[in-house]
């Protein structure tokens, strides 16, 4: 079974511009998680999607948003990029069968830097 | 407040020798308590879990984890260290929202000497 994968992995953008993040989770999997890790701040909760909807979002500005479609693939988009933004940015998928607790499976990343 | 503390930044073994790393979480109930691996420009893998039962979890690549409710700790050990388990290790909380969420510890970053 083919793992969660992001595209793209590299992406340098200038401040002020947008940005959109694709993640595509494993075959069967419903919930799709975002998380920011930066060496400042660790790894950071952005925001879970499940059944197209967002189900908890983690304590981050209005600019980022995300959205899931019905195949759960999933996208993030930041706009108005700032300099803090720069971030691996991973994206995690579970079954949910459960409300909380299911094993999340992460992508290896997208590395977004902003210059 | 709520959170995960994984208080050593850096830890150098030789290769070998045993190895735990720490983890102690700070929430009003059990939690589902995780533990992953990150190889440098590499994504988060799932070493193991905890969500109720046997204290003590196996987990792959040798890896076993114990439960402790009493000291809210979730230590990481592996009885013989090998080069290739170079990496930074996170030990996670599901806070059991009814949600998928995780909290990460800071990490801990292993260093692996010869």
């Known amino acids: 079974k083919a793992g969660v994968t992001q595209t793209p992995r590299y992406l340098i953008k200038t401040r002020g511009q947008q940005v959109t993040l694709s993640c595509s989770p494993i075959?069967?999997?419903?919930?799709v998680s975002w998380y920011q890790q930066t060496p400042g701040q660790g790894l950071q909760f952005l925001f879970e999607?499940?059944?197209?909807?967002?189900?908890n979002k983690g304590n981050f500005p209005g600019r980022f948003s995300g959205r899931q479609f019905s195949n759960s693939r999933s996208e993030m988009n930041v706009s108005t990029l700032e300099l803090g933004d720069s971030a691996l940015y991973l994206c995690?998928?579970?079954?949910?069968?459960?409300?909380?607790?299911?094993?999340?499976?992460f992508g290896p990343g997208t590395r977004l830097t902003v210059t | 407040a709520q959170s995960v503390t994984q208080p050593d930044i850096h830890i150098t073994v030789s290769e070998g020798a045993s190895l735990e790393l720490r983890c102690n979480y700070s929430?009003?109930?059990?939690?589902?308590l995780f533990w992953y691996v990150q190889s440098p420009g590499q994504g988060l893998q799932l070493l193991l879990k905890?969500?109720?039962?046997?204290?003590l979890v196996q987990g792959i690549k040798g890896f076993e984890a114990e439960f402790k409710r009493s000291q809210s700790s979730f230590n990481l050990r592996k009885p013989s260290v090998h080069w290739s388990d170079a990496a930074e290790y996170f030990c996670?909380?599901?806070?059991?929202?009814?949600?998928?969420?995780?909290?990460f510890g800071t990490g801990t970053r292993l260093l692996v000497s010869p």
């Open positions: 995690a998928s579970s079954l949910a069968l459960t409300g909380s607790g299911d094993e999340q499976y």
């Open positions: 075959s069967g999997h419903r919930s």
């Open positions: 999607y499940f059944s197209e909807t967002q189900r």
């Open positions: 929430y009003g109930a059990t939690p589902y």
């Open positions: 905890y969500f109720s039962g046997d204290t």
């Open positions: 996670a909380v599901d806070p059991n929202t009814g949600f998928q969420k995780l909290v």
